[in-house]
């Protein structure tokens, strides 16, 4: 190996060294834990040599990025391979990048949370009402990207909101969204809002197109009588 490829070489491994453990620390930590764990973690005597394995790793990978850019005639070409691949990996590292806490809702994550500067990650709906900690419930429904698609429960934020009585939220929802609320989220959601006894959010329902007499509403199993409300 020449002295230039050894050098070449032994900058990628200084590159990955920087970006790959960042990379893989923000997607794992996802600002869950918190930023003295992650210091303990590294400073620890016994994550020593599992870092050593890492080097090595990140060694045999690239001299094999080398031994590719040597194939190219020109030297000038590998120095613009090596500056690339450099330039990528910190992209990707520090690049924003979304850690989905359901199918419903999302957290956007990069290296300012790996580094304490924000460490509190967003609750799921599920989480949030069974903790009964509605303010985070009603944000984390708020915030959700796709508020008619079902989580690990198969419950939407959009049923969630419904299943609280959170009028209001699905006010905001549906005015958000122009009106377009999948017909199977309006019935769903007014079995819920129905089972509940919420009276006001039933009225909403079935005032935008609810259909209380739908095959997949379940009205009997729901516990409700619509005429009450």
């Known amino acids: 190996m020449t002295p230039t490829r050894r050098m070449a070489t032994w900058f990628i491994v200084a590159v990955f060294a920087l970006t790959v ?14 930023i ?9 005597p016994l994550i020593a040599p599992q870092l050593l394995i890492y080097v090595g790793i990140y060694y045999i990978v690239a001299r094999g990025i080398t031994a590719l850019l040597w194939r190219l005639p020109s030297p000038k070409m590998r120095s613009v391979g090596i500056i690339v691949i450099a330039v990528l990996m910190v992209w990707c590292a520090c690049q924003p990048i979304f850690i989905p806490i359901t199918h419903g809702s999302a957290d956007r994550m990069n290296l300012a949370r790996l580094l304490g500067l924000r460490t509190a990650l967003a609750r799921t709906p599920f989480e949030a009402i069974g903790d009964r900690d509605f303010p985070a419930a009603r944000a ?14 198969s419950m939407s934020p959009w049923g969630y909101a419904a299943e609280e009585g959170w009028t209001d939220i699905l006010e905001q929802i549906w ?18 809002a129905a089972r509940d006894g919420h009276a006001d959010t039933v009225r909403f329902l079935l005032d935008r197109g609810a259909d209380q007499y739908a ?14 409300f």
């Open 36 to 44: 003295a764990t992650v210091w303990w973690l590294l400073l620890n």
């Open 175 to 192: 005015a958000k969204h122009g009106g377009k609320v999948p017909k199977e989220q309006l019935n769903s959601a007014l079995s819920l």
């Open 21 to 34: 453990p960042a990379f893989i620390w923000a997607i794992v930590v996802a600002g869950m834990v918190p």
């Open 140 to 153: 984390a429904i708020l915030a959700a990207r796709e508020p008619f698609e079902p989580d690990a429960h």
């Open 215 to 228: 095959p997949a509403l379940d009205v009997a199993a729901a516990g409700c009588r619509f005429r009450k």
